[in-house]
């Protein structure tokens, strides 16, 4: 089945530094992927998405990649603040079928003052 | 934009009773609502997807039994865990899918979650 999994499970960075947080899945079969910031406590907050027909998407202060040959996804966010710090996911999801997302395991994101 | 939201935010029951945890949909109405599962510092584990008017489909290992969803009205999901056992402590998330347009997905939008503490 399909399954999206992180590499880190904690990453620490300096206030103002750029973060990037990377995610592997194993399976091409979905359609898009989300971006997801979960602070203690609280529901699952979008970021970003891309689909898979895309490379490259950006927003303010974050940019998401796909590297569909290697099956890898990446958020990379910039000037990173304090109010950065939270756990992040990656989801895949399906425009038919099941229709849920696939949450992988989460990276811890922490900056430093 | 979309809100989800979620009563209560916190419970805590003695074993063996039963629990409801509401979800709401406040400014649309929601195609599908998904019920989701989250331990301590562990990702989101989908328990269930609810379309309004039919019943839950469950995931493997969830007993669908002892998690009874009823999906009454495109703005409203219940799901109640019933007979709880400490085990059953845990963060519990609904979302609630909007039918996107031509060329989109069915966007999901998250409530704030319920902590369930079961003594």
């Known amino acids: 089945g399909e399954s999206v999994g992180l590499h880190l499970p904690t990453l620490s960075v300096q206030e103002g530094d750029n973060s990037i947080i990377n995610c592997a899945y194993s399976?091409?079969?979905?359609?898009?992927f989300i971006w997801y910031k979960q602070e203690s406590g609280k529901g699952p907050q979008f970021i970003i998405d891309?689909?898979?027909?895309?490379d490259k998407r950006q927003g303010q202060r974050v940019t998401v990649l796909l590297n569909k040959t290697v099956k890898h996804l990446s958020l990379q966010i910039a000037a990173t603040q304090p109010g950065d710090s939270a756990v992040y996911f990656c989801a895949g999801g399906m425009d038919t079928g099941r229709r849920a997302l696939t949450f992988g395991s989460g990276t811890r994101l922490q900056v430093q003052p | 934009g979309a809100v989800v939201s979620q009563h209560p935010s916190r419970v805590i029951c003695k074993s063996g009773t039963s629990v409801k945890i509401e979800c709401r949909s406040l400014d649309f109405q929601a195609t599908t609502m998904f019920w989701y599962r989250q331990f301590p510092k562990k990702s989101l584990m989908l328990m269930a997807t609810s379309n309004e008017g039919s019943k839950a489909t469950y995931e493997q290992g969830v007993e669908k039994d002892k998690f009874l969803i009823n999906h009454a009205s495109l703005t409203l999901s219940t799901l109640t865990v019933t007979s709880a056992h400490p085990e059953d402590s845990s963060f519990y998330i609904c979302?609630?899918?909007?039918?996107?347009?031509?060329?989109?997905?069915?966007?999901?939008?998250f409530g704030p979650g319920t902590r369930l503490t079961v003594l």
């Open positions: 979302s609630a899918s909007l039918l996107g347009l031509a060329g989109s997905y069915n966007e999901q939008f």
């Open positions: 399976n091409s079969a979905s359609d898009y």
């Open positions: 891309i689909r898979s027909n895309m």
